[in-house]
Every structure is written in C-alpha cells, then in structure tokens.
C-alpha cells in the first residue's frame, strides 16, 4: 500500500520546485523584454547623467564591449541556458552596475543585516500581536481589550513611511536617545566585541520598534478576528457548559485553534524577508535587500535583480513547503493524503 | 508581558547619548572633522576604489580628495581668479596644427600617499590600460582616440591620436569628473585591473582613507602628513579639516535635521522649503546667495526635450506653439518656489556665461520675431524675472533683491512670452483645429495627446515643473499628462517618449566652449528612434547648418575666440529651432553649516563650486577654516 505521508512530501516538493522554475523564469525574462531596462544603457545613460564626458565616438564601441562582458549576447533563450548552467554551479554572475563584484558578494552583505533586523522583528510582532489580538478577542467585552483595540486600529491606518519618520524626529532629533541613521557608529569595524554589538543594537532599535508597531497591528487584527469566530464554535460553547477554566479554553481551544492561519501568514512572511524593507532602509539609511533590489531595478542590472530574486522566491517556496509538512503536527484533522 | 518589563527597563540604559562637537568616531575630533553629503546614498560595493574598474561610489570623498587629474575647469570664478586650473599638469595642453598630437607637462614633485613619486609612466599606463579595456571607465573613448601614448621624459606625455581631436584634452579635464591617474606602481602588479579592488586606495590627492563603512553609507578620510607633495597643498597650502568625512544622511527631512545639530556641514541638495527651514531655524546655515534664490546653479539645463521625430513635434511652429503656452513664471513657482534661474536659450544661466553668451545675446533676442499670420510677433519678454521676483515677494514674503542687476544674476535674464493667442495662431496655420469642446485636433483629426516624462520622487523640482506644464497645456487645449517614470534616461535615450523633462545641455562653465555637449548633436551621431542615442542628441534634431557649426569648431583650437561666435551661432540657430524648450538651470541647494568650519565658497565669494559631489570642491578645502569652539 502506497504510503500517503511520503506520496504528500512528493507532491509538496514538486510543487515547490515548479514554482521556484517558474517565478525564476518570469523573472528572467520580464526586464529583458523593456528596453528600457537594457543594464548596457543604464550604465552609459548613468554615466552621462552624473556628469562623466561620453566622447560620441566612443559610445558604440561601449556599447559592444559592455553587451559582451554583461553576457547579453545571443538570443533570450541562449542567455537563459546560460544562466541556468551558472546558477546550478552556485554562480549567480557580476553585479552589472557593480561590475566586476560577483552578486553573492553584495548579497552577502545586505542579506545579513535584513536578516538580523527582519527575522527579529517579525517573530516579535507576530507573536506580540498574535498574542494581544487572542486576548483581545476573547474577552472582547473588557475595557482593556477595547483600549487595545482601539489602539491597534488607529496605528494600523498610519503608512508606514509616516510612522517611520515619527519616531525618527521623536526618538533621534526632538528627544535624543537614539542615533538617526546606519546600522553601527562610524569608525568602528564590524568584531565580535561589546563596542560594537551594542552599536548595532542601538542603530537597530528605532527601525526595529517601527516595524514591530506597524507589523503588531495586522497580527492582532487578524488574531482578533480568527478569535471572535472561533469562540462561537460548538466546541468552545461546550467547553464553557462544562464549566472548564477560561483559561484552559483561551489557550487550549481558542488560541490554538485560530493560531494555524497565523502560522501560515508567519511562513509567508519570513519568506519574504528576502525582498528587505525598502522604506525602512531608505528612512533609517539601513543596509538592506531593499534598496540594494531597487538600485538593482533602476540601474537594470538583470544579474542582481535575479540574484536577490532567487532567494526571494526560494524563501517563500520552501516557507511554504514548510509549512505544508508540518501543518499536520499542528492541527491533527489535516491528514497526509 | 515580562519581555516587554524587561526591554523597556534595559534600552534605555543602552541608550545613544548623542553628545555635539566632541566625537564623530573614536579619536575623530568633530573640530577637526569636514561632514559631507554623499548623494549617492548608500554604496553597494563599498570596498571597491577601483573607480575606473567599476568602482563603489563616485561621491565618496574618492574623485573629490583622493584622485586628481590633469586638468580642472572651474564652473565659477576659480581659486585662482580663473576658471582654467594646471593640476597634475603644470601647463595647458598643446597640440600641434592638425590636432593629432597633444602634449602634456607634468608638474614635478608630486607623489603618491605611500611615497613613490608621480610621474609620466602613470599617465601613459593609465591611457594603455584604459585602452586596453574598453569595458573601463574612460577606456573605449581612450581605445578610439589614442594611437600611440608615450613618455619622452619623466614629466612629458606624447599623445599621438588616431584621428584628429581639438578636444581630446576633455577626457582629463574636470567638469564634474575626469580621467583620474591610476598609480602604475600598484596596478601592474595586478592580473585583472577591472576586477582589482584598490582597497585600500592610494591617493594622490590630499587625503588617504582612514576607513569606511562595510555597509557602504559612510568614508572617512585623514589629511595626509606630506600633503605638500600634493597639487592641491603644494600650490595652495594646508587642507585645513584633518579629517573629512562622506556620509549618506538619507531623505532630505534628515539632511535638515542634521544640519541643524551640526552634524552634517555639507548638505549636497534640499527642496526649497528645506533651505527655508534651515535659513530661519539655524543662524549658522549658509547657502551659495546669502537669501532668495539661496541655489547654485550648475552649467547645467534642465529643458523640456521634444522628441523631433514625432509627429507633430517635427514642425518648428508646433514646438514654438508649446513654448508659448507655456507660462514660465507659474513653473518657476511651482518647481523651485521661484528659485529658478530661467533661461530662453540653449545654454546655463551660470558662472562666466552670463557675460560670455546672455549679454551678447540680449539686442537679437529683443529683435527676434516669429512669423505669425504675416506679421512678426517679438516672443522674447526681458521682464519675466522681474516678475517671477515680484511674485516671490507678494506670494511667499521672501526677502528678494531689488536691484536689476542681482535679480538677472540670480533669476535669470528673461524668457518667453506667455502667448497662448499666438500659439493657437501657428497651430491653426498647420492646419490644426479645435473641437467644439476646445481641445486641440491634429490635421488629421485625431486628438492632440502629449506625454512628458519626468524622474518622480528621484528629482522632485523637476517632477513639479513638468506637472506644471503639462497642467498649461492641457489649458491650452492639448490633452497633455506628466508621467513619473524610474527609467527616464533609457526611455528618452531611446526615443521612446513625446516630451520629458531632462537636461541634454551641459557645459564647463568656466569655459564659453560648448563642444562638450554640441559635438553629439552632429548628424553623424544621429540616431532613429528606436536605437538609443549617442551621447545627448535625445531629441533627435538634424540640421546642416548645425553640422556646420559643430565642423567649424572641431578643426578650432580650444581657446580660439572665434569659438565664442560659434556658440552664438548654435544659440541663435536653436532659438530659431527650439528643438528644445531650455527651462532653467539646475539650481543645487547646496547648505553649508558655518557651526564648525568657515569659508565655503558663495555668490560673493565664488573660488570654486560648493556642490560637494563635484571633483573640484577639492579647492574647498584650503579655504575654509576651523571656528574656535
């Protein structure tokens, strides 16, 4: 008899693996269907628009060198062969606008600040908010879970950039207490020494508390909800009859029950925590995926927009093939079939 | 409930104290710290000042203080009293009749950081290697230009070109960059000069790298301790700040918050209100005019580029009929708050031109007439920055001069007439009509639609004027939209566009020459929509008599007077033309706080360009002087 828990893992992985193809794939080809995007261009219309002289009898012969180094020779379909070879060997190429700097090097640098500051902030809120938005849900009558809800509401319209800036001016100009930019003090080195973990998590701590506020408030709304309309389930209303304890049935019915869409938004989020968090770096001068992503776009750098697209893509993927084979462990009426 | 007791209760005793004017780093004394804007932002491969490989950032202090050049051009009135600066090189270029030879002398007694002298053998390694790979910085135009580069001696350089060049010197004079010297001691021992790093630098400017950010947004660098081995300290004295920082403060709400705590001396560029905020709430802020328009204007000019291609755009009098829809006055405020500094013709209202082109060219202006329904109409209105003045002061209550004099020097010296009757006239002479609800109709009958293209929230005062006039002419009848794209260059390098609000005009400033632009707009360099331009021909306008010009000065030496008249030529040609409608030049609110350092350059004191990305704010740095704190 065909075991259904290996024949779901199968299936998962296939599914995840087509859409690691396919997202790969649209990715590739998009940019190079805009000639506006052509990175040849970009370089030689960057060039021109910070200042540098472009002797007009040397513009083609830069052109034909740069298409060649950048690989853009051949066909879309050629290129793509090509970079299929390089990706199965580790080698996501040069950085176009960063020429010759291999993509994986920017990466790396970007990748391990977002990292830091988006798996700390997201885990945070989600269980922050989550939490918050359980309680409030459940004893939604109270004057404490109204306050809090009230609060959540008014933060949640805020955009982002706005609350970011706020707490900037509050926190860094009008009451000094934290630094206004950068990931450490300038003039030290990253080392594993006090001086500088405390720097780092001095220079963290304003995007950090702008993004847990901004992200708690869609954790707790979402976990109010799911609460509000798991309380009026048969179940729940049992319990209560039989006289069990508010709390066991806040934790052990309630919570547990309407935390599994939770879980799923959390895989989903830390997948994306390889797009970065463009407002966030751009208003805090943060090292991050987000810009590095978007100067990428603009500059039509195809190498490095596919580099950090990869990881984005693969991250979500494997957050939700993840999530997906342990769904099971979580909610037992989920079978492997 | 127990994180959050325990996080607020520790935080603040990790808290960032911010202390003014003792430290910026460990042992980096604020008093003797230059802070510098670098408005490239965060750099993504900070490690890398292999500029002509590809390097990390142009506006990093690495072009500014760390390299040098044969040659500068000062865009204002020079540290020397003039705009033509000897650098690396301790005379002008010469070439022989026929333009195929330039020969540079090199100034004795200059060396590089770690000790080893400059000499020609840097010169024609760099212009070997260079040309050697086209793929670098500066290496096709070298490849396409050079011949033969040899050293007859340790301070000469023979250039032997491949065909004839009167400006081949270009490629090593700073407007804004150069051709920057490579060390042939370090690189020759290198496999790959792209792929070289260069980390750490060695400079043979005034300042060595001391460190910088791993994470790209900041660059500190150290007064070297012979820097009279330098051009810059052997012919000028002591760079005053002992260390000089570039840092990447972020959106232009933190620059003003900066400046106002003193931790940011040099702020590249603000909208206006930020220059308002400043001048009001901090006494110790300083931009180039002491008050109203505050900017400086660069040898630059922003111009709503028409794409002659297409149709209807390729007649003269549909481009003339936009122009006079436009209301200049209504733009200026609306982009600048007033603060532009305008100009009807195709070069900057900055620096020496206003002598050198705007005076001369003020009696023709007054007598240029269109035709219109038989009768001349005279568009030119010298009373523009009158009003343009009148309104700032009514409107915005800022504090503008009266005298006529100040005002054409800071606004500009007039523009065109806001003449939407006459605009209607020469459209209806090339058969076009309007519909019965007013807009405009092609002579085919199709509705008139119009696109500007603009950069959005990348250039916010030029995104403010194209909405501005699209706004016009949709007034006018056409139905006219701005649209804000991130790709702008590439899409009107490609002809792919009606109109976009971009700049394809740039000159030395310190020199009348205008081949540095013009040479492009030749007809050998023309190239269809469709295929991406050839330097700044974006418009793609073709013209003998152009051609002529552009001719004429090519087979002319640099300095010939007679370059002058050709200008003129060209400015009256394209007047004539408009195959661009020129706007206003590229006003960069550039604030220096005086809290800490003293000197920088101003409208009353112009020895060089204060726009701290620029190459040559390296003369900035023995002027200014440290305020006793």
Redesign the interface.
């Known amino acids: 008899m065909k075991n259904p828990f290996i024949g779901y893992i199968l299936q998962r992985i296939l599914q995840c693996i087509v859409v690691i193809l396919i997202g790969t794939t649209v990715t590739f080809v998009i940019p190079r269907l805009v000639?506006?995007?052509?990175p040849v261009?970009?370089a030689?219309?960057?060039?021109?628009?910070?200042?540098?002289?472009?002797?007009?009898?040397?513009?083609?012969?830069?052109?034909r060198?740069?298409t060649k180094?950048y690989g853009l020779e051949g066909t879309v379909f050629q290129q793509y062969v090509r970079y299929w070879g390089s990706l199965l060997r580790g080698d996501f190429g040069p950085?176009f606008?960063?020429?010759?700097?291999p993509v994986m090097?920017?990466i790396r640098?970007?990748l391990s600040?977002t990292a830091g500051l988006l798996l700390v902030t997201t885990i945070l809120s989600w269980i922050?908010g989550t939490f918050l938005g359980g309680l409030a849900g459940y004893f939604g009558e109270k004057p404490w879970a109204r306050t809090l809800e009230i609060i959540a509401n008014t933060i949640r319209p805020i955009p982002y950039y706005i609350m970011a800036?706020l707490m900037?001016?509050l926190f860094?100009?009008v009451i000094?207490?934290?630094?206004?930019?950068?990931?450490?003090?300038?003039?030290?080195?990253?080392t594993f020494s006090w001086q500088f973990i405390?720097s780092v998590?001095?220079h963290a701590?304003l995007p950090a508390l702008s993004l847990i506020v901004v992200g708690i408030g869609g954790w707790f709304q979402n976990m109010r909800i799911l609460v509000s309309n798991v309380i009026r389930e048969d179940y729940v209303v049992y319990a209560e009859t039989l006289n069990i304890s508010s709390r066991d049935i806040l934790y052990k019915y309630v919570m547990r029950n309407a935390f599994l869409p939770q879980l799923t938004g959390l895989a989903l989020q830390l997948g994306m925590i390889f797009s970065g968090a463009l407002i966030t770096?751009?208003?805090?001068?943060y090292?991050g995926l987000g810009?590095?992503a978007y100067?990428a776009?603009?500059r039509?750098d195809y190498s490095l927009i596919m580099g950090i697209t990869f990881f984005s893509i693969v991250a979500i993927a494997v957050g939700a093939l993840i999530i997906d084979l342990l769904y099971p462990l979580f909610d037992p009426r989920v079978r492997y079939t | 409930m127990l994180f959050?007791l325990v996080v607020s209760l520790v935080?603040?005793t990790?808290?960032?104290?911010?202390e003014k004017g003792l430290e910026?780093?460990?042992?980096?004394p604020r008093s003797e710290t230059l802070i510098l804007e670098n408005p490239e932002?965060?750099i993504?491969?900070p490690g890398?000042f292999n500029l002509w490989?590809?390097g990390?950032g142009?506006s990093t202090g690495l072009q500014q203080i760390a390299f040098d050049a044969l040659w500068y051009i000062d865009p204002d009135a020079g540290i020397e009293g003039k705009t033509w600066l000897n650098s690396l090189a301790a005379e002008p270029p010469v070439y022989n009749k026929s333009f195929t030879k330039m020969t540079a002398k090199l100034r004795k007694g200059i060396y590089w950081s770690d000790g080893v002298e400059f000499t020609a053998d840097d010169v024609v390694y760099t212009v070997k290697t260079l040309a050697a790979h086209?793929?670098m910085?500066w290496?096709?135009?070298m490849?396409?230009?050079v011949k033969n580069v040899s050293a007859p001696d340790k301070y000469t350089v023979v250039f032997e070109l491949s065909?004839p060049n009167s400006r081949f010197h270009?490629?090593f004079t700073v407007?804004?960059?150069?051709c920057y010297i490579m060390p042939k001691h370090i690189f020759e021992k290198q496999k790959d000069p792209?792929?070289f790093d260069f980390n750490p630098p060695v400079s043979l400017g005034s300042y060595v790298l001391k460190?910088y950010?791993?994470?790209?947004?900041?660059f500190?660098w150290e007064r070297r301790q012979d820097w009279q081995r330098t051009t810059l300290g052997m012919l000028y004295g002591m760079p005053a700040p002992k260390y000089v920082?570039y840092?990447?403060?972020?959106?232009p709400?933190?620059r003003v918050?900066?400046q106002m705590?003193h931790?940011l001396d040099v702020i590249h560029d603000i909208a206006p209100e930020g220059v308002v905020t400043l001048m009001k709430k901090n006494p110790t802020s300083k931009a180039w005019f002491d008050d109203f328009p505050w900017a400086h204007p660069d040898p630059?000019l922003p111009a709503v580029v028409l794409n002659n291609e297409k149709y209807p755009l390729n007649m003269k009098e549909v481009r003339w009929a936009l122009t006079l829809a436009i209301d200049i006055v209504d733009v200026s405020m609306a982009s600048y708050n007033g603060a532009a500094t305008i100009s009807a013709i195709q070069v900057p209202p900055t620096g020496h031109y206003l002598e050198w082109y705007f005076d001369p060219i003020q009696p023709w202006l007054e007598k240029f007439s269109l035709k219109v329904g038989g009768k001349p109409f005279y568009p030119y209105d010298s009373s523009i920055p009158f009003k343009i003045a009148e309104k700032v002061k009514k409107d915005l209550g800022y504090n503008v001069p009266s005298d006529p004099k100040e005002v054409k020097a800071r606004l500009g010296y007039g523009w065109w007439k806001y003449a939407p009757d006459v605009a209607e006239k020469l459209l209806l002479s090339k058969g076009f009509k309007r519909d019965k609800n007013g807009k405009w109709l092609l002579p085919d009958g199709k509705p008139w639609k119009i696109t500007i293209l603009c950069e959005g929230e990348a250039r916010p005062v030029m995104t403010r004027a194209a909405t501005m006039i699209a706004e016009q002419w949709r007034r006018f009848g056409i139905d006219a939209q701005a649209e804000p794209i991130?790709?702008l260059?590439?899409?009107t390098?490609?002809g792919?566009y009606d109109a976009s609000m971009i700049w394809n005009v740039?000159t030395w400033g310190g020199h009348p020459d205008l081949f540095?632009f013009l040479?492009?707009w030749?007809s050998q360099?023309y190239r269809p929509s469709g295929q991406?331009t050839?330097?700044?021909n974006f418009m793609r306008f073709k013209s003998k008599k152009l051609d002529t010009i552009i001719d004429q000065l090519r087979r002319r030496d640099f300095n010939d007077p007679k370059c002058l008249d050709l200008g003129l030529e060209f400015v009256k040609l394209s007047v004539e033309e408009m195959p661009t409608i020129p706007i206003m030049s590229y006003n960069v609110f550039t604030v220096c706080d005086e809290y800490y350092w003293t000197g920088f350059p101003t409208a009353k004191n112009p020895y060089t360009d204060p726009v701290p990305n620029w190459a040559n704010t390296k003369y900035m740095f023995v002027k200014i002087k440290p305020v006793k704190r």
């Open positions: 000639p506006a995007t052509n261009e970009t030689i219309a960057r060039a021109q628009m910070i200042g540098q002289y472009t002797d007009p009898k040397a513009v083609d012969e830069m052109r060198v740069l180094l950085s606008s960063s020429f010759p700097t090097t920017l640098v970007s600040w922050i800036l900037l001016i860094s100009y000094p207490l934290f630094p206004r930019g950068g990931a450490f003090a300038i003039g030290l080195t990253p405390r998590i001095i701590f770096e751009a208003v805090f001068n090292p810009f590095l100067t776009i603009l039509g | 959050i935080i603040p990790l808290s960032f104290a911010q910026v780093a460990p042992g980096i932002g965060r993504a491969n890398k490989g590809g990390g142009w086209p793929e910085s290496g096709a135009a490849k396409v230009n065909q270009a490629l407007r804004w960059c150069a792209v792929a460190s950010d791993t994470a790209g947004n900041w500190l920082l840092i990447a403060p972020g959106p709400e933190k918050m900066a705590n931790e630059t991130d790709l260059w590439t899409r390098s490609y792919d740039e540095w040479e492009s030749h360099y991406a050839v330097s700044k």
